[in-house]
């Protein structure tokens, strides 16, 4: 299952992206029901894509919530553009996904 | 990928003549091109692996600034912070940063009184409206700063966020 929920709807000029992860975001600081330390894993890396092009690059640390969120406009996008969204975590691991945009 | 690397088949396995051999690696690599070049039309590039941790790992909002590139950036009205004053989820506090510094590059959430303050660098293409919103964990009440990299110098705007309950478990 994708761990990415995306929408992306035109707003006068711009597209109004909004995206949910699906991730822990441990800090390394929290400890488990044994008490034991749950060790740190967050996703580090984000960029977001507009018709294939990055428009916005994202560097982020645990210090962002569990099951993260990150909204921006995209100025200039059309009904139909692709948007799309890759992130990394500290671990290795990845995802991406892509939506079109929607008219308002 | 799907072949093996030359080097690593014994002389003449294959049986072909070295000609046919280096033909057909040469083929292959072809092959593997064009390969790699589809999935880019089906999903992003692969995002790229760098990482600012000297200034994620650092201890103090200060020092995290220090690592963005400025020990004393100035002190800008143009850098708009929407967060309530007072958060009442400090594991999920709501934030919406808009910079209408001319030129904004990149801006940069910091939460001071968090283990390491780096939450986030949000760096923008040209034309695209430097503004991000995102949620933030805040482990107890004080500053959070937004630092806005433009035209090779950097901008700080300060709000002083309440917590009830503090967000970092």
Redesign the interface.
């Known amino acids: 299952m994708s761990t990415i929920r995306m929408s992306a709807r035109m707003r006068q000029d711009?597209a109004d992206v909004?995206a949910l992860l699906t991730h822990p975001?441990e800090?390394g600081?929290?400890r488990d029901a044994k008490g034991q330390l749950v060790p740190q894993h967050f996703i580090?890396?984000?960029?977001i894509?507009h018709n294939?092009?990055?428009?916005?690059?994202?560097?982020?640390?645990?210090?962002?919530?569990?099951d993260?969120?990150?909204?921006?406009?995209?100025?200039?996008a059309k009904p139909g553009d692709r948007i799309?969204?890759?992130?990394?975590d500290n671990r290795g691991a990845?995802d991406?996904a892509?939506v079109a945009v929607s008219a308002a | 990928m799907m072949s093996r690397p030359a080097s690593g088949q014994a002389p003449g396995s294959t049986g072909l003549p070295d000609l046919a051999r280096r033909a057909f690696a040469r083929a292959t690599l072809a092959l593997a091109g064009t390969m790699a070049l589809r999935p880019?039309?089906a999903?992003?590039?692969?995002?790229?692996?760098?990482?600012?941790r000297p200034a994620?790992e650092a201890k103090t909002a200060a020092e995290a600034i220090r690592q963005l590139g400025s020990s004393a950036p100035a002190t800008s009205r143009d850098i708009q912070i929407d967060i309530q004053d007072v958060v009442e989820n400090g594991?999920?506090?709501?934030i919406?940063v808009h910079s209408r510094i001319p030129g904004t590059q990149a801006l940069s959430i910091l939460?001071d009184n968090?283990?390491?303050?780096?939450?986030?660098?949000?760096?923008?293409?040209a034309?695209?409206?430097p503004?991000?919103?995102?949620?933030?964990?805040i482990a107890e009440s004080g500053p959070v700063r937004v630092i806005v990299q433009a035209g090779g110098r950097l901008y700080a705007a300060t709000r002083e966020v309440r917590v009830t309950l503090g967000?970092?478990?």
């Not at chain 2, 390491?116 to 949000?122: E, I």
Request: charged share 20%; hydrophobic share 40%.
């Open positions: 711009h909004r975001m800090t600081t929290r580090q890396r984000v960029q894509s294939g092009k990055v428009v916005m690059d994202v560097q982020c640390s645990q210090g962002l919530s569990r993260p969120f990150f909204g921006l406009r995209v100025r200039g799309g969204l890759a992130w990394l990845r991406s892509e | 880019a039309f999903q992003p590039a692969p995002v790229p692996t760098d990482w600012n994620f594991a999920r506090a709501r919406e939460t968090n283990p390491q303050p780096l939450a986030a660098t949000f760096t923008f293409a034309g695209i409206d503004y991000a919103s995102t949620l933030l964990k967000g970092c478990g």
